[in-house]
């Protein structure tokens, strides 16, 4: 990496007569102070970083020095408005702008950027400087004071979270089984991964499955693995998610949806802490951490004999009832927020936030969907906004002429539903004839996860044809 000239360390006289400061004085102060500060040329690489700039992004300096800048800081200005840019091509200073960078350890770190092109003595411009201020500090106070609260990758304002937050830490620290019960689309699997994130197991895997998405034996070998020669195929070992996820925790979702026969399986698993490969002859250790995932009123199903009473005894040790969207809409906003910063990053787009008319047609939904279904109605909003803020004109149709529902009647309540339900199957459609029928590429596209476009596939009554984008020529692996 070649080492770019420091453009601070400048000697002479000025305009006015006066002596400038000498390279080891400018240092000093560029090494004391808390803003990080770091130079480009008009290569846009990076000639001077200082001691704050390492704290802050994690970089050396020595890595930074001759890199580009976008390589980095990563930030989400570096593809969209990126004020060293605008400081470059029009030759004046900009100030405070507000944005994030991802540090060295995969951190969202929210930052303060200021930019100034650097002239020569005679006026000329050798390039850029930016200085930037680390705000995560502010950005916890502030939401400390707007009352939000943040476990993992969850946010909330909510009374109702804010409980399950206080007790997420102590739930972590044990290695016991832990039941999370909440509706489709309410942040199961981002509720295991925060208890994960929070547990002595951190630094190991973390696996989900949805269990209500497989057959008997395709989950069964999925989870335990195989032997070569167990059916038609396997023609080498294959470990399951159990290996996979060893010191580490294993989500299984969806859990009420298995049959009687795996529950005894699964029931052995968790008694014995061992399971047995298809196919093996011995038990392999499992040292995971078990935490399952339902929908479903467990209870219920126990007493209707569709559960077996023995596991859920067993996984009920601890249980964390997650409420659905529409009984903490104080956290919409927050979640509004949180999907605009998230798609900002992946769409390479500055839409600066929401207008507070489609803030509160969004405010009025029932959402039958949960989070997973606002989330998708701000992607769909992206589709049609690429810079500015969010208006109702880029909601949903179902969304962006319609009155709020939440005081709407029944009847209206169930005419929304019936179109949110067309327009879900016109996009899946859709979505799949662009993929060439593919289901794992299409779900990508839809922003979900596989198991729950084939769920939505049979509610829909979607037929698809036998030949798709995921086959080849050859015969697919048959369980025995």
């Known amino acids: 990496m070649r080492q770019g000239k420091n453009p601070f360390r400048k000697r002479g006289m000025t305009k006015h007569g006066k002596t400038q400061p000498t390279s080891g004085v400018t240092d000093i102060i560029l090494e004391s102070i808390s803003d990080g500060v770091f130079t480009v040329d008009h290569e846009w690489r990076i000639t001077s970083f200082n001691r704050a700039a390492e704290e802050i992004t994690g970089v050396p300096r020595d890595e930074a020095i001759g890199r580009f800048c976008w390589e980095v800081f990563r930030s989400n200005m570096c593809e969209g408005d990126c004020a060293l840019r605008r400081t470059m091509k029009e030759g004046r200073s900009f100030v405070s702008s507000s944005t994030y960078i991802i540090n060295s350890d995969k951190k969202r770190i929210p930052i303060n950027v200021s930019t100034a092109p650097l002239r020569d003595e005679s006026g000329a411009i050798l390039g850029g400087v930016e200085t930037f201020r680390d705000n995560t500090v502010v950005e916890e106070l502030r939401r400390e004071l707007s009352g939000s609260f943040r476990q993992g990758d969850m946010v909330s304002r909510s009374p109702l979270m804010k409980k399950l937050f206080a007790v997420l830490p102590q739930v972590a620290e044990s290695d016991s089984t832990v039941l999370i019960e909440g509706e489709t689309g309410s942040g199961k699997e981002i509720m295991a991964k925060a208890l994960h994130g929070l547990s002595s197991r951190r630094d190991k895997p973390f696996v989900a499955i949805n269990c209500g998405a497989l057959p008997d034996a395709l989950l069964e070998s999925e989870l335990f693995g195989y032997k070569a020669g167990a059916f038609t195929n396997a023609t080498r070992d294959k470990p399951g998610y159990f290996s996979q996820a060893d010191g580490g925790s294993i989500l299984l979702d969806e859990l009420g949806e298995t049959s009687p026969a795996f529950q005894v399986k699964l029931l052995r698993v968790l008694e014995e802490r061992e399971f047995q490969p298809l196919g093996g002859v011995k038990k392999e250790r499992a040292n995971v951490r078990i935490l399952a995932a339902t929908n479903r009123d467990l209870e219920a199903l126990v007493d209707q004999g569709k559960f077996r009473r023995d596991l859920f005894y067993r996984i009920n040790i601890v249980r964390l009832p997650l409420p659905p969207l529409r009984e903490r809409k104080e956290d919409i906003p927050l979640l509004v927020e949180r999907f605009i910063d998230k798609m900002n990053r992946l769409r390479g787009k500055m839409v600066r936030g929401i ?71 016109e996009a899946i459609r859709e979505a799949l004839e662009r993929n060439g029928y593919n289901r794992l590429a299409a779900a990508r596209e839809l922003g979900m996860h596989k198991s729950t476009l084939f769920r939505k596939l049979k509610k829909l009554q979607i037929e698809l044809p036998e030949i798709d984008g995921r086959h080849s020529n050859s015969t697919p692996p048959r369980v025995a």
């Open 355 to 425: 207008e507070p008319e489609a803030l509160e047609r969004l405010m009025g939904l029932d959402y039958p969907g949960n989070i997973r279904e606002l989330e998708n109605i701000i992607e769909h909003a992206f589709i049609l906004c690429s810079q500015g803020q969010i208006g109702l004109q880029h909601l949903p149709g179902r969304l962006s002429g319609a009155s709020p529902t939440a005081t709407a009647p029944k009847a209206a309540s169930s005419g929304i539903r019936a179109l949110h339900r067309a327009t879900e199957e």
